[in-house]
């Protein structure tokens, strides 16, 4: 049984950090490259960044470039969000996915998401 647990999310100012956490569980986890997504009110499942099984390659979108860094801790089956200066438009529910680590990982065809963590951004 695959599971995803994101943690670390909630309510925070424009400028400020959050760093959200994904605990893995019922899979190796340092054999599956790691993403995490977001999808805010009333649109699609967004690609945000993602991680080679090593940690040595990393993918983010474009707009969260300089503000958000993905990291991972294999003896620790965790993988991190750490998100810099905030803004209102980073306002969504942040999912972590996890996949075979073969061909692209910056996209959304991941095998197996966790439950999802509300990060919301006041102005």
């Known amino acids: 049984q695959v599971q995803l647990v994101e943690s670390g999310g909630g309510l925070v100012q424009a400028g400020g950090s959050l760093r959200l956490s994904c605990a893995a569980s019922g899979l190796t986890f340092s054999s599956y490259a790691m993403g995490w997504f977001r999808q805010a009110p009333g649109k699609e499942r967004a690609f945000v960044a993602a991680i080679r099984w090593s940690g040595r390659s990393t993918y983010s979108e474009d707009s969260v470039k300089g503000r958000f860094t993905i990291s991972r801790d294999n003896a620790k089956n965790t993988v991190y969000l750490q998100m810099n200066s905030l803004e209102p438009e980073d306002t969504a529910v942040y999912y972590c996915a996890a996949r ?22 006041s102005s």
Do not use: N
């Not at 075979?100 to 951004?121: E, F, H, M, R, S």
């Open 100 to 121: 075979t680590d073969l061909g692209a990982i910056a996209q959304t065809k991941y095998d197996y998401w966790g439950q999802g963590t509300q990060v919301t951004v």
